[in-house]
């Protein structure tokens, strides 16, 4: 299980990758792993100002479809692109190029460390 050190993580399942004033979203690796084969991501909150803890999207698989949670308070900035013609992307490289929203910060809350990341799934 892939658990890179320089992010942090939710109880969700979300990583974030924190640039200065900005941050990268998207789902671990576990999670991708759980869901199975990924179909379609869809973001709707581009330019919204969401709370932590709200959904930002979603995201389907072959056999169900999940909700995605902010895992940070913040503006959605950007939605990868990428995704709509590849969702793939979020299952062969989910800390990569299936990254899945781009965000402005206004309030990071409680992020788990990589260690206790690893501790919630049983690493």
Do not use: C
Not at 72 to 78: F, M
């Amino acid at each position: 299980m892939n658990i890179p050190d320089n992010l942090l993580y939710t109880e969700d399942h979300e990583w974030v990758r924190v640039e200065g004033d900005e941050a990268y979203i998207g789902i671990t690796d576990f999670a991708q792993g759980e869901l199975g084969d990924i179909v379609y991501v869809e973001v709707e909150t581009e330019g919204e100002e969401l709370e932590q803890g709200a959904v930002f999207g979603t995201v389907e698989a072959v056999k169900t479809v999940s909700d995605l949670f902010m895992p940070i308070a913040g503006e959605v900035l950007e939605f990868n692109s990428e995704l709509e013609g590849s969702p793939e992307l979020v299952n062969s490289d989910p800390y990569g190029d299936g990254w899945m929203i781009k965000v402005k910060i206004s309030d990071k809350g409680d992020l788990l460390s990589p260690e206790a990341y690893k501790e919630l799934i049983g690493q």
